[in-house]
């Protein structure tokens, strides 16, 4: 959700992804799944999942809607609690992954090549963007850029402080010259 306040300060339109449910009933631009849509973004998340080697099920109506906002986007911008490397006792993978949640949203994004991909991991306060050839993340220096139309930012619902300000920074870095026409 701090994505699409600080991005309204700059005229970015957010769509809000969700399966049915009444309680999201306040959400602006909120984009309801079909039942279709539901099942192909279950059918995603399971083929992550074999990479992550997660228990998933209790939460497939959050994590089948993250195929969605992933799908159509040329970059994927995630703020993440923690990077867990490959070949790890923490992560036997062949791939790194992204810890919790927003793991699951990377890894589809991994999944789909041609996409850019970009973790900011909170426990280094570091960007980091994804190989595909390598399997893994790389440091990335400084703060990557929204050089497409279409973009998804997700991320941790423990949004450090240092997270939001790598939010701001991101917006801030490529879009600084929007919100000045937008505030005249």
Known sequence: MFFDK???????????????????????????????????GKEKVNKANDILKRPLFRYMNLLSRNYFIIRDAKIVLAIGKKIMKKGTPSNPSEYDVVKRGTGVAVMLACLEPGKKIYVYDQSVDKWFDWSYALK????????PVIDADAFAGIGTRKLTDKGKEAIKRIFEKTLRWKSAQTNK
């Open 136 to 143: 893994s993340f790389r440091e990335y220096p400084g703060t």
């Open 6 to 40: 600080i991005g309204r300060d700059y005229g970015v339109t957010t769509w809000h992804y969700s399966y049915r449910t009444k309680f999201h009933d306040s959400v602006p631009n909120k984009r309801e799944l079909s039942k279709e849509e539901f099942e192909l």
